[in-house]
């Protein structure tokens, strides 16, 4: 049986689905942050990969790990950040906890990374605390 289970309103039969395509604006507002965020940890992994001298780092730090490390890091965390975040475009239902799970992971590797780049990871943690936010918040549903 190949029928599909979506009315053409965009409800489902027999179960619960947002009122919208988007779920409220949240989860639009979430994709848009993440795939912006996966853009610059992407950039900012490269940056970290093709020169490290350009990050300072703090002396006596709990958490030294190497630049170049961390770029790697940054570089692949940023690219599965920004492809979640496409995929919540499209409305794959398991974007939604993979986008929790990777902005959870952001927050760590940012909150590490703030003796190189105060200011932006601290943005950034802010950022993801959003994300998490927007991606967990209630949605208003129907019942079909």
Known sequence: MASSNVTGTGHR???FAAESAWATGWTGAAAVLMTFGGIMAIFQGIA???EDDVF???QNWTYEFSVTGWGWIHLILGALVFLAGL???QGAAWARAVGVALAGLS???NFLWLPHAPVWSIVLIVIDGFIIWALCA???ESRA
Do not use: D, E, S
Request: charged share 15%.
């Open 138 to 140: 209630p949605r208003r």
């Open 107 to 109: 927050m760590i590797a």
């Open 87 to 89: 995929a919540l475009f």
């Open 48 to 50: 970290a990969i093709a």
């Open 13 to 15: 039969r027999g179960g």
């Open 56 to 58: 300072v780092v703090t």
